[in-house]
Each structure stands twice: as C-alpha cells, then as structure tokens.
C-alpha cells in the first residue's frame, strides 16, 4: 500500500542567489537622467502588466517555490519486519525516465497510423514543420495541466486527482460540463476509428473471399469486449505491456526496412511540397500526440516536484515526435515514386496492400492491429472511467459487478460497433474530428482557460506552483487562437461552408 506524506525534508544543496537585476539597478549604474528612469520603469511596469505577473505573496510555499524543497510531498510503504515485527517506511520516489516513458508509451498509439494520410497532401517538409508547431502546443497544454494538478493538490493536500475532476473543480458547473462533453467526445471518436480500424485488420485475414461489411468490426469487438469485461486490470496491463513491446519492435522494423526503399530524393522535391494544405493536417496531429489524460499520474509519481514534472513531459513528448517525423518519411517515401494520387489513397493501406518492399505490408499491418489493441484497452478504460465519474459508480463495489458492468460496457462500445458497421471506411473521418473538435476543446482550450482563471482571476487564490509555462498570457492567448481557428475552420469546412461559397459566391466573381 502506498501512503502518500505531507511532510517532507528539506534538501542540504543550498544555492548561491543570483543578484537582483532590476530595470531600476541596471538604469542606476550609468548616468542616466531620473526623467529615463522613470520612462525605462514605466515601459516595464506596462510590459508586465500586458503579459501577466503573479504576485509572490499568492506562493503558499516559499521553500518550495525557491527549491529548498524540492517535492510537495513523500510517497511511502509501509512494511512489517518478519524478524522484530517493527514497522519500517520506505521512500517510493519515481524517476524521471519512468514518468517520460509513461507519457511517450500514451502518445505513441494508434493515431499515428493517420498521419501519412494527413500529411501525403502537403508534402513532408511543410507537414514536418506542421508537427513542430503541433507539439509545441501539447507540450505546453500538458506543461499547463501539471500546474493545475500541483495548485489543486496544494490547495486540497490530496494526490491522486483524474483530469475529469481537475476540470469540474476548476471552471465551475457550466464549463465542467463543457469539458466532460468534450471528453466523452474525443474518446468516442477514437473509439469508432479503432473498431473500424480493427475490423478491417481482422477481416483480412478471415477465411472468406468476401467479407461483408459489419462482420470484421464485429467479430474484433466481440473479442476486445469478451476479454476486458472477464479480465481484472492486472492481467490486462501485463498483456498490454506485452503488446506494446510489440509496438515497439514492429515500429522500428517499418522504419529500418522502409528506409532502404524510401526515395527521400522525391520526398523533398520542391514539386511535392505544398503548404496551402498544410492547416488540414492539425487535426490529425494534434490527436495523435495526446497524452495529457496521463500528466496528473506523472504529477502524483514524481511526488509534485516541479523540475522532474517539467523533464519528464518534455523527455516523453521529444522522443514520439522524433518517431513521428521518421514514420512520416519513411511512409511516404516509399509511395512518393508511385504515381498515386495521395490526397484520395492511404498511404498506409497502400503499403499494406503491397505498395512498398516486401516486408513492408505484413510489418505495417502488425503493426497497426497492435497498436489499435493497446490504443483501445486504454480509451476502454477511460470511457469506463468517465462514466463512472458522470454515474457516481463504484467500480470496485460487488454491486457494480453484478449489476452495472455490464450495461456499461454496452453503453462504451454499442455505439461506436454501431457506427463502424455502418461506415467501415471512417477510421479517418472519425480521428479527424476527434483532433479538429475534442482535442482542440479538451486541451488547447480548456486549460489555458483553467489557468488564466486561476493566475488572473479577480480572487486571486493561493498557489502552490509558479508558472510551469513562462510568458505570462501571451501562451495562453496564443493556444486559445490557434485552437479557435482550427474549431472554425473545420467546423465551415464539415458542414460544406466552403464548398457552398467556392459554388455559387466564387464562380459568379470568375465567370
């Protein structure tokens, strides 16, 4: 059993201040008039003003903001000694590359089996920067849900905080509902992509000539939810650590083999590079590098220290983006020689279907059937979360076992089944406006929100953390335009804005 201590122990390390450098002191050391002073500590006061200060008076913990203390608390296990039978408590500290791997096992999913398809129209270079930017953003989202959790934590004293309570008590009734929405949204979106997904992967290998539609999604359904409604949580995560290793070494398989056929000189051409597409990929990247569900677990297991928290997230969202951009050239160098017009065909359904080297279509398909398993027992479990959460279930009860489980289980993969089996081609579509509306709401909109309230609200609550992001608003301001932008521009887009304007506003201009 772990028990988490509130007390901790100051460190030995003591660190030599660094001078206060004023703009007063600096004006002070030459000869510059008072007038200049004056004009030099207005211009400084306005400046952070403009970008948002906090006050240092709103710090609860002074030895934890300078460092002296570097955790906000102590994870400990208690054990008996067989010998004398005395209680004895050891330090149960988490280290940096486990939070890291942590969050780079979460981003690392089945998402990534869209972004060729994504990226294919704008080419490689654009998509690449396209990716840049993408996880500039989720770092810094997923940078901002730590402050939350360690202001939350400071201000209750209880560890242990999920995402969907860390949004209710902080933006209140009405934006708490807000965020569940967009929650059980993008959860079920992805849910509808893995089925469909899943479905088509099983039904290639069915021993039928023709599969008819809704047999696949179906039958891969039928064993996903049979096996974790009958399994406990110990039993599946040993599985899926097994299949994630399988994630693993089929990923770096389709990178070795396929750079050996990638034509990386077609893949850079100037000709195949084409950026007026490149906001349609954003969408899909911002899906396929989210993580943030799993920043309040990094939080609790590096026991609230700030610095680790802040290694850990970086550490684990590098090291996907890094994957990420070899997949991509690796993907589409090796159809970028074909001919094939990429804007109407998967990229990686057409290496599956023998569009690239040998090994290519059975390591592709392995690869994708992996990693939608291991995507789809974690979005299982945190659509069963959720629901657990809005119904006031208690998933450890008898009763819950004997009475809600089951319908439960229904209710998290009914519809999505229902929805695959009627369209099995919308793996795509699904992802995309997972990414383009419930990402964008549930991480790019939502925290800055939660944190500008919390930084510059007018009643100024304690806190227990300086920002984790620097800059004051101006991060904040930039991560609620660029979501802004993304929801509208999807959103005219899905409901044919464009097309209707392109058809009956342009052409009149043209003709």
């Known amino acids: 059993m772990n028990v988490s201590s509130s007390a901790t122990t100051s460190s030995t390390t003591t660190n030599t201040p660094l001078p206060n450098i004023t703009p007063n002191a600096l004006a002070s050391s030459s000869d510059t008039s008072p007038v200049v002073v004056a004009d030099t500590n207005t211009l400084w006061s306005q400046l952070n003003e403009k970008i948002g200060t906090i006050d240092e008076s709103r710090i609860t913990f002074a030895e934890y903001d300078n460092g002296d203390v570097p955790r906000m608390f102590s994870a400990l296990q208690y054990n008996r000694n067989e ?12 280290s940096v590359g486990g939070a890291a791997a942590l969050v780079a096992g979460t981003t690392i999913g089945a998402g990534v089996l869209a972004v060729p398809a994504a990226t294919a129209a704008a080419g490689f270079l654009p998509s690449s920067a396209a990716m840049l930017v993408a996880w500039f953003y989720m770092t810094m989202s997923g940078l901002l849900i730590a402050e939350l959790t360690l202001n939350r934590m400071g201000g209750t004293g209880r560890p242990g ?3 969907l309570d860390l949004y209710n008590n902080s933006l209140g009734r009405t934006w708490g509902a807000v965020g569940s929405a967009a929650y059980m949204f993008l959860h079920y979106a992805v849910m509808v992509a893995y089925v469909a997904q899943g479905g088509a992967n099983l039904a290639k290998v069915l021993p039928w000539d023709s599969v008819p539609d809704g047999v696949g999604p179906a039958a891969f359904v039928s064993v996903c939810a049979v096996a974790l409604f009958n399994a406990n949580r110990d039993v599946v995560e040993k599985v899926n650590n097994g299949l994630v290793v399988g994630v693993a070494a089929t990923f770096l398989a389709i990178v070795a083999v396929g750079a050996q056929t990638a034509d990386f000189g077609a893949l850079v051409n100037i000709s195949n590079q084409h950026p ?38 970086i550490a684990g969202t590098t090291a996907p983006l890094l994957l990420f951009l070899a997949w991509n050239a690796v993907v589409l160098g090796n159809v970028a020689g074909t001919g ?80 695959a089996c009627a369209n099995p081609d919308i793996f795509y579509d699904a992802l995309e406006y997972g990414g383009a509306f419930g990402v964008s709401t549930l991480f790019l909109i939502l925290p800055p929100l939660m944190v500008w309230k919390e930084r510059y609200g007018d009643d100024q609550t304690p806190l227990a953390t300086k920002p984790m992001v ?7 301001g930039s991560m609620w335009k660029a979501a802004g932008t993304l929801i509208l521009e999807q959103g005219a887009e899905k409901l044919g804005v464009f097309a209707f304007l392109q058809e009956h506003v342009l052409s009149k201009f043209q003709s």
């Open 340 to 419: 094939v017009d990429l804007s109407v065909v998967d990229p990686v359904a057409l290496l599956q279907s023998g569009g690239g080297a040998g090994l290519l279509g059975p390591l592709v398909t392995g690869f994708s059937t992996l990693a939608v398993v291991t995507s789809l027992i974690g979005f299982t479990y945190g659509l069963r979360d959720g629901w657990a959460d809005l119904l006031k279930l208690d998933t450890k009860s008898a009763d819950f076992e004997a009475k809600s489980k089951l319908p439960l289980f229904a209710l998290i993969f009914g519809p999505p089944l229902a929805l």
């Open 83 to 94: 010998r004398d039978g005395q209680l004895r408590a050891s330090h149960m500290a988490g």
């Open 276 to 313: 007026e597409h490149v906001v349609d990929c954003f969408p899909i990247l911002f899906l396929s590098l989210v993580f943030q569900n799993v920043v309040p677990t990094v939080v609790d297991q590096l026991e609230g220290d700030r610095s680790k928290i802040t290694k850990a997230i």
């Open 470 to 476: 620097p800059f004051g608003k101006l991060p904040l």
């Open 161 to 163: 905080l999920g995402l």
